[in-house]
């Protein structure tokens, strides 16, 4: 959308004077005959909104699930339809989402480290249980986060807690 003032028209007009007519017409069609509506009006309007859609940015859990299940019935009823009547609705509540995530998705990312940790503590292993990896240093070193786990270590603890070795790696 492009903002154009009353005043830029108005050069335009004196340096295209056989444009005139046309712009004189398309005022009177689209300019002319708005409403503005008041401060009190908007207020009252975005008020109502608000209460059916979370439109501001998202800073907490509930509202991001508010957001969420809101978004889930913009896309159940305007489909991917871009020319549905909440095309646009549905758009700006999925930014708003999507910026959400981006600032708290590295929160929710665990580590190489936490994800052994958590299968250690629910196996009740410690680093001396761990003899695939090497001497209980060599564990105690990749919990603190001076080693990183190597690609065969990866898969040796992924067989051993039965799970794909893609659980340890880190986007980190």
């Known amino acids: 959308m492009h903002v154009i ?4 028209l108005r050069v335009f007009v004196q340096r295209h004077p056989d444009s005139q007519s046309a712009l004189d017409a ?12 008041t401060p009190e009006q908007l207020t009252q309007a975005w008020s109502r909104l608000q209460a059916l859609v979370p439109l501001t ?5 509930q509202h991001y699930d ?4 809101a978004l889930n019935m913009l896309v159940d009823t305007a489909g991917m339809d ?3 009547a909440l095309a646009d609705l549905l758009d700006t509540l999925g930014t708003l989402i999507q910026t959400y995530e981006e600032q708290h998705e590295a929160e929710s ?8 940790q958590f299968f250690m503590t629910e196996h009740d292993l410690t680093p001396a249980d761990l003899i695939e990896l090497g001497e209980p240093s060599v564990v105690q070193n990749v919990l603190a986060g001076k080693l990183s786990l190597t690609p065969p270590q990866l898969h040796v603890l992924a067989r051993r ?4 070795p893609e659980t340890f790696i880190s986007v980190r």
């Open 26 to 37: 398309w005022l009177s069609r689209n300019v002319e005959n708005m409403t503005i509506a």
């Open 161 to 164: 807690f039965d799970v794909v």
């Open 109 to 116: 990312v665990p580590t190489n480290t936490t994800i052994l």
């Open 82 to 84: 871009d020319q549905h």
């Open 5 to 8: 003032s009353r005043k830029a």
């Open 66 to 69: 508010r957001a969420v299940v």
């Open 57 to 61: 940015a998202i800073h907490t859990e």
